[in-house]
């Protein structure tokens, strides 16, 4: 049987969750490298599989990459999917094992096992370790090229080293700071070297948090209101969006909903989340409940995965991920003529659904706890649009005290140059002042006390 590329990348997709690598990544792989690559193979031979392509994709990408159209980093990645299409297509299984690769830093030997020493006494995993091993030898290769010994490192070493790097390895600083920490800790402890500063206080300074507009209550019927609701991916795909809508699930817990979590005698849904492992009960709506009952009873196929959503088409299988859902929300908001706006995916449902609580009036713990999260500093990022009770937060200036100015107590006009303020600056400045009211001013004297 011939592959399609798209079972390739399925299949792929679903051992890197498998593997246990983060949602996050996973998501970045398939938006990032893996369509890119669908959309090449169908262009070239109408999407089948073949080795031979994949290496010519990965050719043309280096030709972008030394064109310098994206940077060393996005080209690796372009790699590693390649590599692990590659693998599942040839053998059923992705190879996640690290390549062995031409090390650029390479320390003396004894610089090496002081690299052992201090990773040794951390319980980092491997792949961390890895990165941090990397940092470390950076550092030594840098303080041997500049003719510094281990006994002769300083404050103004390490920090020459962090201004060296800042400009030529912007995107592993995190990584690089932790191995500064880690290699000042131990010559301090070991060494008994003088380095007064405390580089376990060092923080990455970090850009402004963007922004992601959830979707409005506008747009999602917007949304349902184009589905074609007699066609079996019409009515999975309503359940889908509904449930989402309506209960703020993960598109990661959608997919993975099985039909045994729902108890429809309650009206609840019984979850244990996938990113943070804990349980989570949720209140079932009845035209959500009915939206469900209607997939499963009357478009569902028939099969013996115990997951609520399937594929409609043969092989029967339970939707790929958060991916899947992507391209649902992105298919129906197209043909719903609403504008895409940047970085808004399936996942802003879930941030809807979150605003929509905040704006009536739903006290920020128990929105939190239908989240799912297990820490309230998490709900922030969902309830940043909530403009009306965001303007409410403001503060009046009744209790601050004034101790100088213009409407203190102690404010005495200054006679310095009176004589050189003209009437219109006296106007302008009057014009500039702020409106007072005088009903809380005592009359002491004149016609009016």
């Not at 079932?284 to 609520?308: C, G, Q, W």
């Not at 043909?335 to 605003?355: C, E, G, M, Q």
Request: net charge positive; hydrophobic share 35%.
């Amino acid at each position: 049987m011939s592959w399609t590329i798209v079972n390739v990348v399925d299949g792929m997709i679903r051992q890197m969750q498998e593997y246990g690598t983060q949602e996050s990544t996973v998501n970045q792989y398939y938006r990032g490298f893996c369509k890119p690559i669908i959309k090449f193979f169908e262009e070239r031979n109408g999407g089948l599989y073949s080795k031979s392509l994949l290496v010519e994709y990965q050719k043309l990408s280096r030709q972008g990459f030394e064109a310098g159209q994206f940077k060393q980093r996005h080209f690796n990645c372009i790699k590693r999917c390649v590599r692990l299409l590659t693998t599942f297509a040839e053998t059923g299984h992705a190879d996640f094992s690290l390549p062995k690769q031409h090390k650029k830093y390479k320390p003396f030997a004894e610089n090496l096992e002081i690299i052992e020493k201090i990773l040794a006494k951390t319980t980092y995993e491997i792949g961390f370790k890895y990165r941090l091993h990397c940092c470390m030898r950076h550092f030594f290769c840098f303080i041997e090229q500049a003719g510094v010994t281990t006994d002769e490192i300083s404050d103004s070493t390490l920090f020459e080293f962090l201004n060296a790097v800042s400009e030529t390895n912007k995107g592993s600083m995190d990584y690089i700071i932790i191995a500064i920490k880690l290699i000042s800790n131990f010559l301090k402890i070991e060494r008994k070297l003088c380095i007064k500063t405390d580089f376990s206080k060092l923080r990455l300074k970090y850009p402004p948090q963007r922004l992601i507009s959830p979707y409005t209550e506008e747009e999602i019927k917007k949304v349902l209101s184009v589905i074609d609701n007699t066609s079996a991916i019409g009515k999975r795909d309503t359940a889908i969006l509904m449930l989402a809508f309506n209960t703020g699930l993960r598109a990661i817990d959608i997919t993975r909903l099985c039909l045994e979590d729902i108890d429809w005698k309650s009206g609840e849904i019984h979850i244990v989340q996938s990113k943070t492992k804990r349980p989570l009960s949720l209140p079932f709506h009845a035209s959500v409940m009915n939206a469900v009952a209607d997939y499963i009873l009357k478009a569902r196929p028939k099969s013996t995965s115990k997951e609520v959503f399937l594929r409609a088409l043969s092989p029967y299988r339970p939707l790929n991920g958060a991916n899947a859902l992507d391209g649902v929300i992105e298919k129906y908001c197209k043909h719903a003529d609403i504008k895409k706006k940047p970085y808004r995916s399936f996942h802003s449902l879930r941030r809807a659904f979150a605003t929509e609580l905040s704006a009536a009036e739903v006290p920020l713990p128990t929105i939190s706890q239908m989240l799912g999260h297990t820490c309230i500093n998490s709900d922030y990022p969902y309830l940043s649009y909530n403009r009306q009770q965001t303007s409410q937060c403001t503060i009046g200036f009744e209790k601050i005290p004034i101790v100088s100015g213009f409407y203190s107590d102690s404010y005495v006009p200054s006679l310095k140059n009176r004589s050189t303020i003209t009437l219109e600056q006296l106007k302008t400045t009057i014009i500039k002042l702020p409106a007072m009211d005088f009903r809380e001013v005592p009359l002491e004297g004149g016609a009016y006390a």
